[in-house]
């Protein structure tokens, strides 16, 4: 296969934006492991820890709708290859902070800089992927969330322990750059809409004015941002602080850590891939009772890990959790992918991802305030997070899934800037 039929294959595609998600999820996951030396060098509190922790996501929902805009407008490769430099950047610099503050401007503008690359990539598969297979296409690009939380707690905490969080950054970084050059030669998605020759070119064609502003009142589109919010809420929260929960709490070590945390990360590969190819096949209309179900069940595993009475227990639950995961990320960001009109298709997710980067932002901060609230304690942080699964739960109730949420009126296009 020559390098143009390679980055015109959709499953080429699929594989390049699966390895673009596993770098992206990467470089955001190892801080989890390695704030617990930042926070003895620098000598920050939890409070702190909890701020450094949450302010990449603010960088990153701030550009989760622009993203997504600068996709349908300008196209996906472009954005997708912008931003994968730009956070590769960010991610070597974080090497080099020597402060509170430093830290907190360069993880920042690391969150800006990967924010765009989640809606573009949501609508690469728009463009690329038949319609019926955009659940199991989501899954997958997902799914390199999954692998990447197997890699990081091994690599993070064999470099911590070998060269430092200073180093393991700048290492981190140079395999970012690598992803990008191979996006820049190689990612070249053949233009031609998904759904047949009749159908708009999403891949040359926006939507008319007004189109975007709609977004905000589609009742499909509300209704699974208030449920993002709520999901990552708890998953942010609990990927954020169960590093330090395990080291502080479990009394394990950064090695054992590790690799513990290896086994509910292979199991929730198996679970994204499992998800995506059954809700493929799920009428319209069930997802909200799959979705709505899993959120109560996501905050019930919660609640039994953090009260397991072993460590073993702890990892039992954990390995659990992501069959509850699993189907509620592909359920929130498939949706719009498979009811909405491909050319609106990165502003939809963008603006569904929003909520769930806003609860990235907010759920770290917040839980190490209620944890030194509590005097250290996780008790009121755990009840917290548990009752966003019965938000997530309401949200989905209110779930209107189907074609009539968006496509009521007759969606006009205007010609895209080449």
Not at 122 to 129: D, L, N, P, Y
Not at 138 to 152: E, K
Not at 278 to 299: C, M, T, Y
Not at 382 to 406: D, H, P, Q, R, Y
Request: aromatic share 14%.
């Amino acid at each position: 296969m020559n390098k143009l039929a390679f980055g015109q294959n959709p499953n080429m595609i699929l594989l390049l934006l699966f390895a673009g998600n596993l770098f992206s999820a990467l470089d955001r996951f190892v801080i989890n492991y390695g704030i617990v030396h930042i926070s003895d060098d620098l000598q920050l509190s939890a409070s702190s820890t909890g701020i450094i922790l949450s302010v990449f996501f603010l960088g990153y929902a701030i550009m989760q709708i622009p993203g997504g805009w600068m996709a349908d407008r300008f196209g996906a490769r472009i954005v997708l290859i912008v931003s994968v430099f730009s956070f590769t950047i960010f991610t070597s610099l974080t090497g080099l902070a020597w402060s509170f503050v430093s830290l907190l401007v360069i993880r920042f503008m690391f969150g800006l800089g990967e924010g765009s690359f989640f809606p573009a990539g949501a609508k690469m598969i728009s463009v690329t992927i038949a319609e019926e297979k955009r659940s199991r296409a989501m899954s997958l690009f997902l799914s390199a969330l999954t692998v990447a939380g197997v890699i990081a707690p091994i690599l993070a905490a064999t470099l911590l322990v070998s060269i430092g969080w200073r180093m393991m950054f700048g290492i981190i970084g140079m395999f970012g750059f690598t992803i990008g050059l191979l996006y820049l030669f190689l990612l070249k998605p053949r233009v031609g809409s998904t759904r047949g020759p009749r159908e708009v070119d999403s891949l040359t064609e926006v939507p008319a004015k007004g189109s975007f502003i709609k977004l905000f009142k589609t009742p499909l589109v509300l209704s699974l941002m208030v449920a993002s919010f709520a999901y990552g809420f708890i998953s942010w929260g609990v990927m954020s602080w169960m590093p330090t929960y395990l080291v502080q709490e479990r009394g394990l070590n950064l090695i054992s850590m590790g690799l513990l945390q290896m086994i509910p990360a292979i199991a929730s590969v198996a679970f994204y891939i499992i998800a995506g190819y059954v809700l493929d096949k799920v009428k319209i209309g069930r997802e909200k009772w799959i979705g709505g179900f899993s959120g109560l069940g996501l905050a019930l595993f919660v609640y039994l890990m953090f009260h397991a009475e072993t460590v073993t227990g702890v990892i039992i639950y954990q390995t659990i959790i992501p069959i509850f995961s699993a189907a509620l990320s592909t359920i929130i960001f498939s949706l719009p992918l498979k009811y909405l009109p491909e050319a609106i298709g990165g502003s939809a997710v963008g603006v569904v991802n929003l909520g769930m980067q806003v609860a990235g932002f907010i759920a770290p901060l917040t839980i190490g305030f209620v944890i030194d609230a509590f005097d250290g304690s996780f008790n009121g942080a755990v009840w917290l997070l548990v009752s966003f699964g019965v938000v997530c739960f309401i949200a989905f109730m209110t779930l209107k899934s189907g074609k009539e949420n968006f496509m009521t009126e007759n969606t006009q296009t205007i010609p895209a800037v080449k």
